[in-house]
């Protein structure tokens, strides 16, 4: 694979992330030209400025990372983050509401695609894979593609399990060609990640980026 580096994210939602330690994410992102970078909306506008005239994507966070919040709370946070440079949001859905076998999460992320479709990005929605049985994972599934959102997200990396590749596969015959997978939570390594991208996923989200192109580097020297 040429063009590992275009698969992956890299990551920086720690509850301790702080200015230097987006700086050499952003610099590490520049060295490998990744895909993306996902930092927390506090973040958005400097990321913006340091990749603005790159192919990287800016990628953020909404209602992270349980998902409790309001509707009205994710749309503003979604404008927001469009607003100060972010291309791509990644949504915690109500999962609250969907436990509660409501159909709101579905009419929520409608909304929030009719959002960033208007400004031409893009809508990631992680629906926490962790917490959701194989019956819910389906109709989680559904309710994504129903809703129009461009990437199915396995986890905020906060639950117990992050993304499995049985996960993956299963997400991968769910869900239609046009609706990509993105995994995360728990991929630190170079196998991991092409583990994940074997089962299906078309985006890898990690911390570890880095150290995975590192690894691919060394078994692949130019």
């Known amino acids: 694979m040429k063009n590992l580096n275009r698969y992956i994210e890299h990551t920086a939602l720690q509850p301790t ?6 700086d050499k994410l952003l610099a ?6 990744f895909r993306g970078v996902c930092v927390p909306p506090f973040w958005v506008k400097k990321a913006n400025r340091a990749l603005l005239e790159l192919d990287i994507q800016v990628v953020t966070v909404v209602g992270f990372p349980l998902g409790y919040s309001m ?16 291309d791509e949001l990644d949504v915690v859905w109500s999962i609250s509401a969907f436990k509660s076998g409501m159909n709101w999460p579905k009419i929520e ?4 695609a009719n959002v960033c479709h208007d400004s031409e990005k893009l809508l990631k929605v992680i629906i926490e894979t962790a917490y959701l049985n194989e019956d819910e994972l389906t109709l989680a599934c559904d309710n ?8 199915v997200k396995t986890s905020t990396g906060f639950a117990g399990e992050g993304a499995q590749t049985a996960t993956i596969k299963r997400m991968r015959e769910l869900l239609p060609s046009q609706v990509g997978i993105k995994a995360s939570g728990g ?36």
């Not at 590490?28 to 030209?33: L, N, T, V």
């Not at 509707?71 to 972010?86: L, P, S, Y």
């Not at 992320?109 to 929030?112: F, G, K, N, S």
């Not at 994504?144 to 990437?151: E, I, N, P, S, Y």
């Open 17 to 22: 992330v702080d200015e230097r330690a987006i």
């Open 144 to 151: 994504c593609r129903d809703a129009g959102v461009d990437f």
């Open 28 to 33: 590490q992102a520049k060295k490998y030209s």
């Open 187 to 222: 991929i630190k390594t170079l196998e991991q990640a092409m583990a994940m991208i074997n089962a299906g996923a078309d985006r890898i989200g990690s911390s570890s980026g880095h150290l995975i192109m590192e690894a691919w580097m060394d078994k692949n020297p130019q």
């Open 109 to 112: 992320l409608a909304q929030l």
């Open 71 to 86: 509707t009205q709370t994710k749309v503003f946070e979604t404008k927001q983050a469009i607003a100060d440079g972010a």
